[in-house]
């Protein structure tokens, strides 16, 4: 091998080093700071924008890999001959898909547990508990110090006479989960 193809191939591994470090920051922003707090308010809208972004990705492969079908120049990828720019890339939106993935079951955890304690605790109406899930995020709860908040965050373990109907159905929630194993979510 040359000079210049050792150059190359240096350069492009320190360049595949340089994306996928970016994806993995890039997909930790996207998952911590927009996947995340969307699915704590919207889960099932949230979801389904991830599926429909990893539809245009698997149809954006398989065109590729249908274009590419018998080419000199095509990279074997996964079992399939595309281009080395879809051969590049395809790791990095698998690392950023993952994160997603992971940022969305956060932040529908936390909507079941941290947001939804505490919009049950002062909800007088299934109304008022719907639009309370739809516009609160945990960052607010987190920013609070009302008894609803310190409810959500466990300083309080018994609704008070200012919380609504469906409090005891929060404290219900949060004895069970206080008393389940950890090891079996």
Partial sequence: MS??????????WLGRCVLYG?????????????????????PAETAAVLIAAG????LVFQADKRRM?????????????VSPLVAALSPAFIIVAVLCIFGWVQGDQSRTSYLGVYCKYG????????????HVNSDDIDDLETPAARFARGELDE??????????EAAAQKSYDDQRDPQYP
Wanted: aromatic residues 12%; hydrophobic residues 40%; contains cysteine.
């Fill in 3 to 12: 000079d210049p193809d050792q150059a190359r191939s240096a350069f492009d």
């Fill in 22 to 42: 970016a994806a993995v920051v890039g997909g930790w922003f996207l998952s911590t700071r927009v996947v995340s707090p969307r699915a704590e308010n919207y």
């Fill in 55 to 58: 539809g245009v990705v698997y």
């Fill in 69 to 81: 079908r018998g080419r000199e120049d095509a990279t074997e990828f996964m079992f399939a001959s």
């Fill in 123 to 134: 909800a007088v109406s299934r109304a008022q508990l719907n639009g309370c899930m739809k």
């Fill in 159 to 168: 609704c008070a006479t200012d919380s609504g109907p469906f409090c005891g």
